[in-house]
């Protein structure tokens, strides 16, 4: 079983930064991908940011120039810089990471970013 726990979320003043760390229970190697989603409307959580295996990377159009992800393989962990924070990104954040060979799917428990104007 993964585990996933994050970190670095908080209250932030529009415009301002924060960073998100996801702490991984085994090798960020493990994986095919680790990122970052967000709950979005209603309750079906969106892409935010997620880094592939093959060493791509894939953004939601909106995080594009603001939001920077990468992996730190010291502490098997996933970050988020996030930066130019609007209120619109106000939101739940989860961890998200894929295993093979069965491509299970595994959740950090979400983490509140709020932004105010």
């Known amino acids: 079983q993964v585990q996933l726990v994050e970190s670095g979320g908080g209250s932030v003043q529009a415009g301002g930064s924060l960073r998100l760390s996801c702490a991984a229970s085994k090798s960020a190697s493990t994986f095919t991908a680790m990122g970052w989603y967000r709950r979005g409307p209603g309750d079906e959580r969106e892409l935010v940011a997620e880094?592939?295996?093959?060493?791509?990377?894939r953004y939601v159009d909106d995080a594009l120039g603001r939001f920077a992800i990468s992996k730190n393989s010291a502490n098997n962990a996933v970050i988020l810089q996030m930066n130019s924070l609007a209120p619109e990104d106000t939101d739940v954040y989860y961890c998200?990471?894929?295993?093979?060979?069965?491509?299970?799917?595994?959740w950090g428990q979400g983490i509140q970013v709020t932004v105010f104007s």
């Open positions: 880094a592939y295996a093959d060493g791509g990377i």
């Open positions: 998200h990471a894929v295993q093979p060979p069965q491509m299970t799917e595994y």
